[in-house]
């Protein structure tokens, strides 16, 4: 099972890949249960994603997502790397509903409160997890499906790396792992010259009113 999951970011990772689009509403999926928010603080390392806008597709580099839990509601902090630019956004943090992997992030820009949603499917807590999110695009029937492999560490291996093999393969219809693209956390990649915000965000919200998260 571990050479699949190599075997897959391998080979996205190999060419560009851009933002994936499949036809009609988001599927149907449900979050961890028995979640604890707290435990799941702290620092985390992307070590793969799906592309996506918010990342502008499969261009961002040593990216980290940083929780700062208190009860059932906390702040974040993402930051990432793209073309020598260190970009951030920073949001609010809810969950959802008590014991569930449902997150609720709230940003907001020029006054205005936006909420979208990450759902956390498997964790250990200590070593990986894995995260989804959905957006569909009401006006031409189409979703984007998210995912997302975390690390606590810069590498993921061992036996967290075999959770996460095993989470995938139980998964498969629901997650294409051939559209994964692989992060990266040199010291070359994460080398940044300027910091700025991430606006790339705000974009496909203004662009599409009538997406639904």
């Known amino acids: ?36 928010f707290s435990a799941y603080g702290g620092t985390w390392y992307e070590i793969a994603k799906f592309p996506n806008p918010s990342e502008e597709g499969d261009k961002a580099k040593c990216t980290l997502i940083e929780y700062f839990v208190k009860e059932f509601r906390g702040k974040m902090k993402f930051t990432h790397v793209v073309d020598g630019a260190r970009k951030y956004i920073e949001g609010d943090l809810t969950q959802v509903y008590p014991g569930s992997g449902k997150i609720m992030y709230t940003y907001t820009f020029g006054g205005k409160a936006k909420n979208t949603y990450l759902y956390v499917m498997d964790t250990d807590y200590n070593n990986y997890a894995v995260a989804f999110s959905c957006r569909y695009f009401k006006d031409s029937d189409k979703h984007q499906l ?18 996460v093999d095993k ?24 080398k940044a010259r300027t910091t700025e915000e991430i606006t790339e965000f705000l974009k496909i919200y203004e662009t599409n009113p009538n997406l639904i998260d």
């Open 1 to 36: 099972m571990l050479r699949f999951t190599l075997f897959a970011i391998f080979v996205a990772s190999a060419s560009a890949v851009s933002v994936i689009f499949e036809d009609g509403p988001c599927p149907n999926f449900k979050p961890m249960s028995n979640f604890d």
């Open 146 to 163: 998210l995912a997302w492999i975390l690390s606590r560490n810069k590498v993921l291996e061992g036996n967290a790396l075999a959770a």
């Open 167 to 190: 989470f995938l393969a139980a998964n498969s219809k629901l997650i294409n792992t051939s559209y994964f693209v692989q992060n990266e956390h040199t010291n070359e990649a994460c």
